[in-house]
Nanobody
């Protein structure tokens, strides 16, 4: 059983940066990779990034590679999503996922 809680969302202007945090708990955390997804209004949920248990392997959606960065701190059971040069199209609810467990999401709104 895994619990995931996202935080760090908010309202930012285009071009600014934001770091999301996913704090995890549960005894399966050490065995599992973690992913970030997002869902914009009226759109399907889409993959953003993933990271291996040790943090040495990362994967990104092609459109976000080079602008978004995922990392983790296993000692703190925490996964981060650093988002740079944010655009209005990045507006979405961002979710972290560990195995079959989803967090509740955190809203990111990019607007001037």
């Amino acid at each position: 059983q895994v619990q995931a809680v996202e935080s760090g969302g908010g309202l930012v202007q285009p071009g600014e940066s934001l770091r999301l945090t996913c704090r995890l708990s549960g005894h399966t955390f050490d065995y599992a990779p973690v992913s970030w997804y997002r869902q914009a209004p009226g759109k399907e949920r889409e993959f953003v990034a993933s990271i291996s248990t040790a943090g040495g392997s990362t994967t990104y959606a092609d459109s976000l590679k080079g602008r978004f960065f995922i990392s983790r701190d296993n000692d703190e059971n925490t996964v981060y999503l650093q988002m740079n040069s944010l655009e209005p199209d990045d507006t979405a609810v961002y979710y972290c996922k560990c195995l079959s467990w989803w967090g509740q999401g955190t809203q990111v709104t990019v607007s001037s």
